[in-house]
């Protein structure tokens, strides 16, 4: 008995001594992004921010916020600003290209051009309005250097009306 328990006790002390000199360095991979979408501004001079945050089972919640900086009198519906949180699953086991689907719900700050007659005259009149939608997109992220990336993204959603939105874009970002 004395002889099998001073075995393991010996054994013990060395897979103690022989596995106590390895040290595993893991890097930590960055979790936040900021970005930048360039097509909404080249649509309709509307820029977009996102901010997003990728936990450690690859799924990241964002925010996209945006506001036009041009007004436009001709139109009969005009975004005046967006707000958009989102959740993204990605997929893929490469770590330098993923693909994503996101799920989005969107709240914007809408003018409308409403036509009213009076006296058998016809007027626009502009209304502010705020709407809500929920949409989807699909796209993919590529690592472009150790903290910068690009991004591509299309998809759609319908306001709780009868509008839809775009959802695209061309993003280029940063993690931190």
Not at 95 to 109: C, L, V
């Amino acid at each position: 008995m004395i002889k099998r328990t001073s075995i393991i006790f010996f054994a013990f002390l060395i897979c103690q001594t022989a596995f106590s000199q390895i040290t595993e360095t893991v890097e930590k991979k960055p979790v936040n992004e900021i970005k930048f979408n360039f097509i909404p501004i080249l649509r309709e001079f509307f820029p977009e921010i996102n901010y997003e945050h990728i936990n450690s089972k690859k799924i990241g919640l964002g925010l996209a916020a945006g506001v036009s900086l041009k007004d436009y009198d001709v139109h009969n519906f005009q975004e005046k600003f967006r707000i958009m949180p989102y959740i993204r699953p990605y997929f893929g086991a490469n770590s330098d290209f993923s693909f994503f689907f996101e799920a989005n719900f969107i709240i914007s700050g809408i003018k409308k051009m409403d036509f009213y007659v009076q006296n058998e005259i016809g007027t626009y009149i502009p209304r502010n309005t705020v709407y809500s939608g929920f949409g989807f997109a699909y796209g993919a992220k590529y690592q472009i250097s150790n903290k910068f990336f690009v991004e591509v993204f299309l998809g759609c959603g319908f306001y709780f009306n009868e509008y839809v939105y775009p959802r695209v874009g061309v993003s280029v970002g940063k993690q931190f």
